[in-house]
């Protein structure tokens, strides 16, 4: 929405640790963290 800018916040992803992620919630997790930071929203 052109114009809008709401309140910025923390985003977190938590999982276990020890245990190994499946390889698409690590890439659903990269891509957010990327797309987050290539937005400039961080």
């Known amino acids: 929405m052109e114009g809008f800018e ?5 985003l ?5 640790e020890g245990r ?3 390889r698409k919630v690590r ?3 990269n ?5 987050i930071h290539s ?3 961080l």
Not at 12 to 16: I, P, R, T
């Open 31 to 35: 891509f957010a963290a990327e797309d």
């Open 20 to 22: 190994t992620l499946p």
């Open 39 to 41: 937005a400039d929203i």
């Open 6 to 10: 709401g309140e910025s916040s923390r």
């Open 12 to 16: 977190s992803a938590v999982y276990l």
């Open 27 to 29: 890439a659903l997790i």
